[in-house]
């Protein structure tokens, strides 16, 4: 069945230091990836996306996303965390079919230490 | 980008009434609208898509008579929760897809902002 995981309930980290947020996914083929943030109250808005290629892809904000098709991860990062960022965020692989639909991790709360 | 508006953003409805809720796509037409529900601190439920001119497909566990979904137009999209009860409290979310983008790449879909139902 296909799955997706996000670890981490919940992540603390002070304002400047490094982010990584993990994602790991099972497929039975490698999925279109996707990272959302949702600020409370709010709705989503698309981080960053990968497809295909560089397994290393910008996103907006600052973030950036890894994929690792061997450890079936798409860990998302940020160097420097800025206080702005406290939210919700969400791992969403999309299958390779024509069905467009979404499936949500059970995302990861950050807050941001001052 | 692509603007996907939904309304109202926030209802109170008295328990047994039924609420409509509305999607639609500003600047592009969706042939194709998903419908999600969020129960506070949880994950996005995906409830069911919403195809324009045809019946919505549901996800298993959702009950389609109790959530009626009508995309009679190529920008708008209506969940409809009908005798609602408090259970149905829940933040709903629309997403939609650009169905005439061609330079648009496989999954992008665009979110509305969410509806936030309270029913008592």
């Known amino acids: 069945a296909q799955s997706v995981t996000q670890p981490d309930i919940h992540i603390t980290v002070s304002e400047g230091a490094s982010l990584e947020l993990r994602c790991n996914y099972s497929?039975?083929?490698?999925?279109?990836l996707f990272w959302y943030v949702q600020s409370p109250g709010q709705g989503l808005q698309l981080l960053l996306k990968?497809?295909?290629?560089?397994?290393l892809v910008q996103g907006i904000k600052g973030f950036e996303a890894e994929f690792k098709r061997s450890q079936s991860s798409f860990n998302l990062r940020k160097p420097s965390v800025h206080w702005s960022d406290a939210a919700e965020y969400f791992c969403a692989p999309r299958p390779l079919d024509s069905s467009y639909k979404l499936i949500f991790g059970s995302g990861t709360r950050l807050l941001v230490r001052p | 980008g692509a603007v996907v508006s939904q309304h109202p953003s926030w209802v109170i409805c008295k328990s047994g009434t039924s609420v409509k809720i509305e999607c639609r796509s500003l600047?592009?037409?969706?042939?194709?609208m998903f419908w999600y529900r969020q129960f506070p601190k949880q994950s996005l439920m995906l409830m069911a898509t919403s195809n324009e001119g045809s019946k919505a497909t549901y996800e298993q566990g959702v009950e389609k008579d109790k959530f009626l979904i009508n995309h009679a137009s190529l920008t708008l999209s209506t969940l409809t929760v009908t005798s609602a009860h408090p259970e149905d409290s829940s933040f709903y979310i629309c997403s939609a897809r650009d169905s005439e983008a061609s330079g648009s790449l496989p999954g992008e879909l665009f979110f509305g902002e969410g509806s936030r139902l309270t029913v008592l």
């Open positions: 990968y497809f295909s290629g560089d397994t």
């Open positions: 497929y039975g083929a490698t999925p279109y």
């Open positions: 600047d592009f037409q969706a042939t194709t």
